[in-house]
C-alpha cells in the first residue's frame, strides 16, 4: 500500500515536471490533476483487485470451455460485422490493429518465446513490403503469388540477420538489431534506380480474386482478419510445440538448453525467420492496401511501437500480445481529441502500466499442462514422494 | 585394476585444455567402465569441471581424443553429445526457471524426437501421438524422482535440494548411457544427501553408468565403485575408493606434504 502511494507519487510528479516545457505550468497543473484523479481511481480499485483476480482465474480454470468458446464466438461476431456497424474511418483503424496484431505475434516468437532481443523488427516488415511492391509493379505478379513470395523474403532476410548475432546476447544483439533495422531503411531510401529512394514505389496493384477487385476499406478489413487468423493459429501451434518449448528453453537458459539436445543455432535461427516471414506478410498486405511504399513507413519508431506491443502485452503470451497491439493502436486514436497532448498522454500511461503492471497485461502465466486423463489420474496418485517413502 | 576393452564406454585419450598460457587439464586419460559409478575427486581448482566441459563438447578440447561408445566425439557440438547419449547436471543449477517442472522434463525427453516446422503447425496425426509419448515419458520420471506432485509448480519455486533432483530428472529424460553429475550433494543437508544416493543408486539399477565430481567425501567413499583424482589439472591417482584413500600422492594433495625435516 505504502509502496503504491509512493509509486503514484513520484510517477505523476515526474511526469507533471516533464510535461511543464511543453504544456506550460497550467496545463501541466491540470494534467497532474488528472493523475491524481486516476490515482484515486486506483486505490478505490485496488482493495477489490484480488476478488477481481480470484474470479477470472476461477473463470479461467471452469472446466467448461463453452464458456470461453462463447466469448470468442462474441467476439468474433463483433468482428465480423464491424464494417456494417461503424464507418469507413473505424474499419481503417481496426485494419491497420490487425495488422500490427500480425507484427507484434511475429516479434513475439523471436523477443518473446526465444529471448532475442530485436530492435530492428521493421526490416522485415520492409523487406516484405518492397518485395511486394517491386514483384507487383515490375514483374506484374498478382497478390496471391507476391504475398508468400514477401514471406519468403523477409525469412530469408531474417536468417542473414540472424547469423552473424547467434552468439550475441541482450544488449549486444539489440545494438547489432538496431544497425540493421536501420541499414535497410538507408538502402531503401538511397537506392533510388530500384526502390525509387524517398519518393517509394507508386501505382502498387491491390489484391483481386474472382473478378472482384479490392477497392473498399471493407474488403481490405476482412483481407486483413484471414491473415491475422492464420498468424494467430500458427503462433499458437508453434507455442504449444516441441519448437516452442524449446525456444522457452534458450530463453531460459541457452547452456542448459544445448546440453539437453537442442540445437541452439537452428533453433535461432529458425525464430528469426518466422518472426520475420509474418513481419513479410504484413508488409505485402501494407503495399497492397496503400498502393504505395515509402522509406518514411518503416523508421525506429515502427520497430519500439511493436516492441512495445509485445512487452506491455505480456511478453510470449499470445491474448497479451494481441491486447498489447489494439490497445497502442486504439489509444493514439482515441485521443485524437486531445491534439498535440495526446503523445504525452500516450506516453504517460505506457510508463504507468509499467509501473504497475511490468509483466504486462497478461504474462507471467505458465498455462497447466494438459495432460491426458489417464495420466492425470496417475499423477493424483503420486501425491507421496519417493524420499519420504524410502526414508522411514 | 582390471581394464576390460569391451566394457569401457568411455576413454579420453591425453585430454588437454589450456586457457591461454594456463594448462586446466594436462593429458588425463580416463576410463569410465559400463554400468559402473565413477567419482572425480581433486582439490578446487583441480580441473574437474574443465574435463567435464571437454567431455560434454562444451570446450573443445586443446589437445587429444574422446571416444564414447565406441565413437570418437571430439569436437562435436553439446547437442549432438546429448543425442550420442551423454547427459549432465551443472554445478549452479541451471534450470529452466520459469518453465513448469513438467516442462523441464519434457525439454529433456523431447531429445530423441524430431521437430519438424510442418509437425508443429499441422498438429497432425504422428506429431500428436509422439507428444504422447513425451509427455509418458516425462511422467516416468517425474515419478522416478519423486516430483510428480511438483508437476505443474514453477521451476523456480522448488527447494534447493528438489531443483537438484529436477536437474537430475531431466538430464535422465534424454536416456543417457553415461550420467554426467557435477557436484550434486552441493549445498545439500545431510538427509537431501541421503535421499540422492538412493536415487543415484536407483539410477545405476537402470544400467546408466555415473561419473560425478563430489566434494562429499563420505557420500563417494561409500557409492563409487571407481575414483580418479586429478590435482591442478594432471591425473594423480585411480582405484577403487580403498586403494585411493591410501594413497600417499592423494593425501598430499589434499592434506599437504610431509614435512621431511623435523
Known amino acids: 500500500m505504502m509502496q503504491d502511494i509512493k509509486k503514484w507519487a513520484f510517477g505523476s510528479l515526474w511526469l507533471f515536471i516533464l510535461t511543464i516545457p511543453f504544456l506550460g505550468i497550467i496545463n501541466a497543473l491540470y494534467f497532474l490533476v488528472s493523475l491524481i484523479v486516476l490515482a484515486i481511481l486506483w486505490f478505490i480499485y485496488k482493495p477489490f483487485e484480488q476478488n477481481i483476480l480470484d474470479v477470472q482465474s476461477k473463470l479461467l480454470q471452469l472446466p467448461m470451455p463453452s464458456i470461453r468458446w462463447s466469448l470468442y464466438f462474441v467476439i468474433a461476431i463483433l468482428v465480423l460485422i464491424l464494417p456494417f456497424i461503424s464507418d469507413q474511418y473505424i474499419t481503417n483503424v481496426a485494419t491497420s490493429a490487425i495488422t500490427y496484431i500480425v507484427l507484434a505475434l511475429g516479434l513475439n516468437i523471436v523477443v518473446g518465446f526465444a529471448g532475442l532481443l530485436d530492435l530492428g523488427y521493421v526490416a522485415f516488415y520492409a523487406v516484405g513490403a518492397y518485395s511486394y511492391a517491386l514483384l507487383s509493379t515490375k514483374a506484374g505478379l498478382s497478390f496471391w503469388a507476391v504475398l508468400p513470395l514477401s514471406a519468403i523474403m523477409a525469412a530469408i532476410f531474417g536468417i542473414i540477420l540472424g547469423f552473424p548475432t547467434l552468439r550475441l546476447r541482450g544488449d549486444y544483439l539489440a545494438i547489432v538489431t538496431l544497425g540493421f533495422g536501420e541499414m535497410i531503411r538507408i538502402t531503401l531510401n538511397n537506392w533510388d534506380s530500384v526502390t525509387g529512394g524517398p519518393n517509394g514505389i507508386l501505382n502498387i496493384k491491390g489484391p483481386a480474386t474472382l473478378g472482384l477487385s479490392f477497392s473498399q476499406p471493407h474488403h481490405y478489413y476482412y483481407l486483413i482478419i484471414i491473415i491475422g487468423i492464420f498468424t494467430i493459429f500458427a503462433v499458437n501451434r508453434l507455442n504449444n510445440s516441441r519448437i516452442g518449448r524449446a525456444w522457452v528453453a534458450i530463453r531460459e537458459d541457452e547452456i542448459a538448453a544445448e546440453a539437453m539436445g537442442i540445437n541452439i543455432v537452428k533453433m535461432k535461427l529458425l525464430a528469426f525467420a518466422l518472426g520475420a516471414s509474418f513481419a513479410g506478410i504484413a508488409g505485402g498486405f501494407f503495399a497492397s492496401k496503400m498502393k504505395f511504399v515509402s522509406p518514411e513507413s518503416f523508421t525506429f519508431f515502427e520497430s519500439v511501437i511493436i516492441l512495445c506491443m509485445v512487452v506491455l502485452g505480456g511478453m510470449g503470451s499470445i491474448p497479451g500480445v494481441i491486447l498489447g497491439a489494439v490497445v497502442l493502436i486504439i489509444l493514439p486514436e482515441s485521443l485524437r481529441g486531445f491534439q498535440n497532448y495526446r503523445m504525452i498522454i500516450f506516453g504517460a500511461a505506457m510508463v504507468l502500466i509499467m509501473l504497475f503492471r511490468p509483466q504486462g497485461f497478461i504474462g507471467g502465466v505458465r498455462r497447466r499442462l494438459e495432460l491426458h486423463p489417464e495420466d492425470e489420474k496417475i499423477l493424483k496418485q503420486e501425491t507421496e514422494s519417493l524420499y519420504d517413502v524410502k526414508q522411514k | ?262
Open chain 2, 1 to 262: 585394476m582390471m581394464l576390460n576393452k569391451n566394457n569401457i564406454l568411455l576413454e579420453t585419450k591425453n585430454i588437454t585444455k589450456t586457457f591461454g598460457g594456463i594448462h586446466a587439464i594436462e593429458d588425463v586419460n580416463l576410463h569410465i567402465n559400463k554400468g559402473e559409478i565413477n567419482a572425480l575427486i581433486g582439490p578446487n581448482g583441480a580441473g574437474k569441471t574443465t574435463l567435464f566441459n571437454c567431455i560434454t563438447g562444451f570446450y573443445p578440447p586443446t589437445k587429444g581424443r574422446i571416444i564414447f561408445n565406441g565413437e570418437d566425439i571430439t569436437g562435436l557440438k553439446p547437442h549432438q553429445i546429448a543425442e550420442t547419449g551423454m547427459a549432465r547436471t551443472f554445478q549452479n543449477i541451471r534450470l529452466f526457471a520459469e518453465m513448469t517442472v513438467m516442462e523441464n522434463i519434457l525439454i529433456g525427453s523431447q531429445c530423441r524426437y524430431r521437430m519438424t516446422l510442418l509437425g508443429a503447425i499441422l498438429n497432425d496425426k504422428r506429431t500428436k501421438n509422439e507428444e504422447r509419448e513425451i509427455s509418458r515419458k516425462a511422467l516416468q520420471y517425474l515419478r522416478f524422482t519423486g516430483l510428480s506432485k511438483f508437476a505443474n509448480h514453477l521451476a523456480r519455486n522448488l527447494s534447493y535440494g528438489d531443483q537438484r533432483r529436477l536437474e537430475l530428472a531431466r538430464a535422465l529424460a534424454t536416456e543417457p548411457k553415461l550420467l554426467l553429475l557435477d557436484e550434486p550433494a552441493a549445498g545439500m543437508n545431510l538427509n537431501e544427501t541421503k535421499g540422492l544416493m538412493e536415487l543415484i543408486k536407483k539410477i545405476k539399477d537402470e544400467e546408466i553408468t555415473i561419473l560425478l565430481i563430489e566434494h562429499d567425501m563420505r557420500m563417494v567413499m561409500k557409492i563409487a565403485d571407481t575414483i580418479t583424482v586429478l590435482d591442478h589439472g594432471i591425473k594423480i591417482a585411480e582405484g577403487t575408493p580403498k586403494e585411493v584413500q591410501k594413497n600417499e600422492k592423494v593425501i598430499e594433495a589434499y592434506i599437504g606434504r610431509r614435512r621431511r625435516t623435523a
